[in-house]
């Protein structure tokens, strides 16, 4: 049972922005720095973003995330086709002594 | 660059065992923690264990506690996952992942393997 909650899907057209949320509390996201993944059809996941807002070399300026609180969020200022993915955000949790993941959010392209 | 393999994975029976490994290169493996994650079919993913980079303080998930082992051998820069007693609901794809330090905490993930299948079923 997943601790962190995501909504199940998001989409939208090429070029628009797309949200997705990350809901936690004080024990994770609270405390700590949230990551986000991103896994591709088939997959395995890849690291998208790191300390709340940081991009890895190679991801594109196009994905941001931020922090406020007990929740997170990921945007997408521009949407292309291969962004089509599961994403996943996930926090170390202080109570369990856990690596704890969101519900995960399918996005999609129209 | 970093290249996390793992292997092991197969079709094994409900009760027996099944030990996973995970060969790391690209990076000094003695100076990171590890993890493994599951990820059941069409589910999302699941954080199983971390073992700190000397193998002295190790965590895991509630639902494998008592029958997952995580190790690690730093002279060959391999990570283990000992699965005993496992269970219908433990099928999924297993991957390694290598530890993170943020703000004193070295339990994060950044890395990636590609991942083993493990199935359960009689």
């Known amino acids: 049972q997943s601790v962190l909650t995501q909504p199940p899907s998001a989409s939208g057209t090429p070029g628009q922005r797309v949200t997705i949320s990350c809901s936690g509390s004080s024990s994770n996201i609270g405390t700590n720095s949230v990551f986000w993944y991103q896994q591709l059809p088939g997959a395995a996941p890849k690291l998208l973003i790191y300390n709340n807002n940081q991009r890895p070399s190679g991801v594109p300026e196009r994905f941001s995330g931020s922090k406020s609180g007990t929740s997170a969020s990921l945007a997408n200022s521009g949407l292309r086709s291969d962004d089509e993915a599961d994403y996943y955000c996930?926090?170390?949790?202080?109570?369990?002594?856990?690596?704890?993941f969101g519900t995960g959010t399918k996005v999609t392209v129209l | 660059q970093v290249q996390l393999v793992e292997s092991g994975g197969g079709v094994v029976q409900p009760g027996r065992s099944l030990r996973l490994s995970c060969a790391a290169s690209?990076?000094?493996?003695?100076?990171?923690?590890m993890h493994w994650v599951r990820q059941a079919p069409g589910k999302g993913l699941e954080w199983v264990a971390v073992l700190s980079y000397d193998g002295s303080v190790k965590y895991y998930a509630d639902s494998v506690r008592g029958r997952f082992t995580i190790s690690r051998e730093n002279s060959n820069s391999t990570l283990y996952l000992q699965m005993n007693t496992l269970r219908v609901e433990d099928a999924a794809v297993y991957y390694c992942?290598?530890?993170?330090?943020?703000?004193?905490?070295?339990?994060?993930?950044?890395?990636w393997g590609q991942g083993t299948l493990v199935t359960v079923s009689s």
């Open positions: 690209g990076f000094t493996f003695s100076s990171f923690s």
């Open positions: 992942a290598r530890g993170y330090c943020s703000g004193g905490n070295c339990n994060l993930i950044d890395h």
């Open positions: 996930a926090a170390w949790d202080d109570s369990l002594r856990a690596y704890v």
